[in-house]
């Protein structure tokens, strides 16, 4: 046992003790004994820590410390603290202590050495101090986290939720302005959104950390797909002094993820349609062989309203051969013929029959003949049902009557380059739940559609490295085509 000058002791019962040290509700208090054992802590010690009582007790000192003063000879500890004391002005002792997450509270521990009945104890009253490295928490996470360009913050007062601060990217992803935001509650900002709200809720009042949840943002005609961190800051005196939510823009990996997952569909539905298609088609050819000599025959015969109806089902026939056609494709392409041509002059020989399509809805065809694009590598015959398909799609769904646009421009990308051919109408739009389906197969809105026609466009530009993509507004769809050239 050190030799403890009597003037440094103070004497009270375990009790007085006890209870001297239930005045300091806001204050944390350890009391350690002679060898360094925490044998008290008060609840507010336990509520910073995030320990129980039962993990501190009988436990030495320096388990739940860090940094320059680390206790474990009782003789030095106590020289410490006597030497202290002995000063006109006590400065307090600074002690770095561990919390239960792991995060560190930089605190000065003002002793108290007191002769108990049961010996010897020393008492810590803990204070935050003016470390440069605790500051204002919020600040210090701001400065950083707000500035940094690739992720989305939001900083949070962890009790009222209100919003202190927002990043300019979180703006431009959420779709907001950052002042209509700040110091609004956050429940007003994700009324839209109450499961996420939810989660937001329960991690902040359980101090458990979101990381990764996936969310789907929707504002306008703006559809973005995030990955969102959410949880507290904690700071050197206060165990929850702020809290952040990161939202990471993970969209175009997301529309990747689904292209690839559309291709492996496109592939497997293929090889059944391709198996059935065939089964389809030899007795088709064989019915039409037939079907034609009936019909020849009942010409022969003057048996009019009998060749009426051949004639119908030669036109249904069609029909089915059309369509068993379209499967093959979507299932293996016919021999493609590849090679330099120019998109504008496939443009060019679609848009006679574009033209009279859209003179029969009442529709305006809007392109410029005389746009000269880089050549692309690709078979002509097949662009031109990508476009006629697009052409046929936007002048269908201008019931109307309105604008069909055609525009083609070139885009860099680094060292490479891309035709962009855009096909816009003035037409509803495509409502938000049907657009991430439309490029499937048998997604049809149209009572007499086959729902392939989309399919087929992505299946053919994607033979050629190329891609199409769908977005919607309130005047119409635009469907974008990019091909490498
Ligand atoms: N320009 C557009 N405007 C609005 N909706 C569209 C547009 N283009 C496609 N769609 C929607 O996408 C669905 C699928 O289109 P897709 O071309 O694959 O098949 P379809 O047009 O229905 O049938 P088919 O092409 O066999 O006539 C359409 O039924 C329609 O609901
Ligand atoms: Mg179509």
Redesign the pocket.
């Known amino acids: 046992m050190p030799d403890i000058p009597s003037a440094s002791i103070v004497r009270l019962s375990l009790q007085a003790l006890e209870s001297y040290c239930g005045q300091f509700a806001d204050t944390m208090i350890i009391m350690l004994d002679e060898t360094i054992k925490i044998v008290h802590v008060n609840t507010r010690f336990l509520k910073e820590t995030g320990y129980a009582e039962s993990d501190l007790l009988e436990r030495p000192l320096h388990t739940i410390t860090d940094g320059a003063v680390q206790w474990t000879d009782p003789d030095v500890m106590f020289e410490t603290i006597v030497s202290r004391l002995q000063r006109p002005v006590n400065e307090g002792i600074p002690l770095q202590l561990n919390t239960v997450e792991g995060h560190r509270i930089f605190a000065t521990a003002s002793p108290i050495i007191v002769q108990t009945e049961q010996g010897i104890r020393c008492l810590l009253f803990l204070y935050g101090h003016n470390d440069m490295r605790s500051g204002n928490l919020i600040e210090r996470f701001g400065e950083t986290m707000l500035r940094d360009e690739h992720i989305g913050v939001i900083l949070l007062q962890p009790e009222s939720l209100k919003i202190l601060d927002i990043s300019p990217l979180a703006c431009q992803l959420l779709g907001v302005e950052q002042s209509a935001v700040v110091n609004v509650e956050l429940s007003s900002f994700f009324a839209e959104a109450e499961k996420e709200y939810a989660i937001i809720c329960e991690a902040l009042a359980s101090g458990e950390k979101v990381r990764n949840y996936p969310l789907t943002w929707r504002y306008e005609d703006k559809q973005s797909e995030l990955l969102m961190d959410v949880g507290l800051l904690h700071s050197a005196i206060f165990a929850r002094e702020g809290a952040y939510i990161i939202f990471k823009d993970v969209t175009n990996l997301r529309s990747l993820e689904t292209q690839v997952q559309r291709s492996d569909r496109l592939a497997m539905i293929g090889q059944i349609a391709a198996g059935a298609a065939h089964e389809i088609r030899n007795p088709l050819t064989a019915i039409r062989g037939f079907l034609q000599m009936f019909r020849k025959t009942m010409i022969e015969h003057n048996m009019n309203k009998e060749k009426e109806y051949t004639d119908i089902m030669l036109g249904e026939l069609d029909r089915i051969n059309h369509l068993v056609g379209e499967f093959l494709l979507l299932s293996k392409p016919k021999q493609m013929t590849t090679s330099w041509i120019g998109v504008e002059s496939v443009l060019r020989d679609i848009m006679p029959v574009v033209s009279s399509e859209a003179l029969l809805h009442n529709v305006t065809v809007n392109w410029d003949d005389q746009m000269e694009l880089p050549r692309v590598l690709a078979d002509g015959e097949m662009l031109k049902q990508v476009f006629l ?1 697009l052409c ?3 002048i ?2 201008m019931t109307e009557g309105g604008t069909l646009t055609v525009r083609g421009s070139v885009l860099q990308l680094g060292k490479s380059s891309r035709i962009v051919i855009e096909i816009q ?1 003035t ?4 409502p938000l739940d ?1 657009i991430n389906k ?1 490029f499937d197969p048998f ?4 009572q007499n ?7 087929v466009c992505q299946r053919i530009l994607h033979d050629f490295g190329g891609t199409i993509s769908a977005t919607s507004r309130d005047k ?2 635009l ?1 974008t085509v990019m091909l490498p050239c």
């Open positions: 398909n046929k799609n936007g269908e769904a109408d037409g509803p739009g495509i049907l439309i997604v049809t809105t149209k559609g086959t729902g392939l026609g989309l399919s119409g769809a469907f």
